[in-house]
């Protein structure tokens, strides 16, 4: 093949892996806002539908704001009897896995089977000393 044809394969090439990076710098997580005067209850069957879940009768939902959610994330890993099981994207260093940490040690040396599932990359700043205080503690 000639030179040429190289040329302007490469060009091309390139030009579609700028359109690749232009795009993906450009992409914008959308922004859900929902201004409602109806309560909570009222509103659960349409949340269910916004984020691709379901309601079931039976259950209830609990609205926490800024920080409450960790302090009733933390106090229900301490109050639980048999196994935790926790799934998250993001760990960033801090106060605050600090005290995950902390309430999934205990949790653990306290003989229940601790399971922590991080995303790879939403997680990638954990400590290296954090995964192993949590191993050390019982934690998979």
Aim: proline residues 3%.
């Amino acid at each position: 093949m000639s030179t040429s044809f190289w040329v302007l394969l490469s060009i091309v090439v390139i030009a579609l892996l700028l359109l690749v990076i232009w795009s993906i710098r450009r992409h914008r997580s959308p922004k859900l806002q929902i201004q409602c005067d109806l309560p909570i209850e009222k509103l659960v069957p349409s949340l269910s539908g916004l984020t691709l879940g379901t309601a079931v009768g039976g259950n209830s939902v609990e609205v926490l704001e800024n920080g409450a959610y960790f302090d009733v994330l933390i106090d229900r890993i301490g109050a639980a009897r048999h196994s935790v099981h926790f799934e998250t994207f993001l760990w960033k260093p801090g106060k605050l896995s600090d005290r995950m940490a902390a309430a999934f040690t205990e949790r653990a040396r306290a003989g229940l089977q601790v399971r922590i599932l991080l995303d790879a990359q939403g997680s990638k700043e954990i400590d290296d000393d954090m995964v192993n205080r949590l191993r050390e503690a019982g934690c998979r």
